[in-house]
């Protein structure tokens, strides 16, 4: 069945990276656009970062520009988050998204990371 698998949260210090990814096993990874979400406590869900399927565009939250990077492997049927320069703010569970939106739509969800960034 559909699966998407976040790993690479934790904690870190303000100023400091993770890398998270996300393991997509059992649809046709290359042919979804994919994202990562973020949630705070008491906070709407919100969009960090979105790559198309083919890899060839991406957009980012204002908040997160200039810092965080999105990037994907469809070979290996990953997407990744690259966060550096972590500041308090960025605490949230992190989620991936993929979503295929043609005559019908799929939108398919990990089960989110945690990252706490605090010192």
């Known amino acids: 069945q559909v699966q998407l698998v976040e790993s690479g949260g934790g904690l870190v210090q303000p100023g400091g990276s993770l890398r998270l990814s996300c393991a997509a096993s059992?649809?046709?990874?290359?042919?979804?656009?994919t994202s990562w979400y973020r949630q705070a406590p008491g906070k709407e869900r919100e969009l960090v970062a979105r790559i198309t399927s083919d890899g060839d565009s991406t957009n980012y939250a204002d908040s997160v520009k200039g810092r965080f990077t999105i990037s994907r492997d469809n070979a290996k049927n990953t997407v990744y988050l690259q966060m550096n320069s972590l500041k308090p703010e960025d605490t949230a569970v992190y989620y991936c998204?993929?979503?295929?939106?043609?005559?019908?739509?799929?939108?398919?969800w990990g089960q989110g990371t945690q990252v706490t960034v605090s010192s």
């Open positions: 059992g649809f046709t990874f290359s042919a979804y656009d």
């Open positions: 998204n993929a979503r295929f939106e043609r005559l019908f739509t799929y939108d398919y």
